[in-house]
């Protein structure tokens, strides 16, 4: 069946087609999506458009749409969440929270876990550690091991998760409150706490 795996915006991106009739080469289509996106949305290039308008070096009406969209998209999740989820924070621009997602559904890709009408994504300290600040109060959030959350749109599925684990403790109950969206969290002593709703999609 289909694999492929690459190094992309800062992480790596796997892609996995459980259908024997795609060819690779529409994988390799879908992976140089990203990779086009990577080099807009990138915080590590200084030629990337986001680190231009962080520097001042292009105004936001100037930028490509795709860049557009996504500040605006964040804008509202800024509000949204209370400033918990925020771009823009200690005068630099990281719009990744959003992006990951949102790229991943220019490239038609999903992750499946059993779910039939949805996404997925998770946020959690596991993987790379207590990374994830709260953009409130610029501390770091450390009151859940991971949050994971079943939307029904990919692209604010990740900006729901960075954004209800920043929370800390209300975090996961202000994510089950948005319109369709199921939660799962992992607290210390990996004790696992779930909506209702979250078990139903689970089982494949």
């Given amino acids: 069946m289909p694999y492929l795996a690459a190094p992309v915006m800062g992480t790596t991106v796997s892609i996995d087609v459980r ?4 060819e690779p080469a529409v994988l390799e289509e879908a992976l140089e999506v990203l990779r086009e996106l990577d080099a807009r949305f990138s915080t590590y290039r200084d030629d990337s458009e986001i680190k231009r308008i962080e520097r001042g070096e292009l105004s ?10 996504v500040l605006d998209a ?26 990951k997602g949102w790229a991943a559904e220019r490239a038609r890709m999903a992750l499946v876990l059993g779910v039939r009408d949805g996404a997925v994504a998770t946020s959690g300290s596991y993987e ?16 859940w091991c991971s949050i994971t959350v079943v939307p029904p749109d990919l692209a ?8 209800a684990f920043a929370m800390g403790e209300p975090g996961p109950e ?14 210390p002593g990996g004790r696992l706490f779930t909506t209702a709703g979250l078990e139903r999609s689970r089982l494949a």
Avoid at 85 to 98: C, I, N
């Fill in 174 to 187: 202000w994510a089950a409150r948005r319109h369709g969206c199921e939660v799962a969290t992992i607290g």
């Fill in 128 to 143: 790379r550690g207590e990374h994830l600040v709260d953009g409130r109060t610029g501390r770091v959030a450390a009151a």
């Fill in 19 to 22: 259908d024997e009739g795609i």
């Fill in 74 to 99: 964040c804008a509202v999740l800024r509000a949204e969440s209370g400033g918990a989820f925020d771009a823009w924070r200690g005068g630099r621009l990281d719009p990744s929270g959003y992006v």
């Fill in 60 to 69: 936001t009406a100037d930028a490509h749409p795709d860049v557009r969209e």
């Fill in 156 to 163: 604010t599925a990740d900006a729901i998760a960075t954004a």
